[in-house]
């Protein structure tokens, strides 16, 4: 992860935002006050999705084991 001092962050926004965009790295801006976390929207959502499924008692575990499934043996063939 990378790290800028807040008055970098000030001064090169909207370069960070694009590097957080296409890059998907989140930028760490250390100030006086704390430090911050700079990631994308869409990173943010993910982060925000994993930690509901998470949540959820047994989903981890179901996720784990759907994983090891094989596709073909998951779903059955729809005949047309």
Do not use: C, H
Request: proline share 4%; hydrophobic share 40%.
């Amino acid at each position: 992860m990378k790290t800028i001092s807040i008055t970098e962050a000030r001064n090169n926004i909207y370069r960070l935002i694009d590097i957080a965009l296409e890059e998907g790295e989140p930028i760490q801006i250390t100030g006086k006050r704390g430090n911050a976390v700079l990631i994308s929207e869409e990173d943010w959502k993910a982060i925000k999705e994993t930690l509901y499924l998470v949540s959820i008692p047994g989903m981890r575990e179901s996720i784990i084991k759907g994983l090891k499934e094989p596709l073909n043996k998951t779903f059955d063939k729809i005949e047309w």
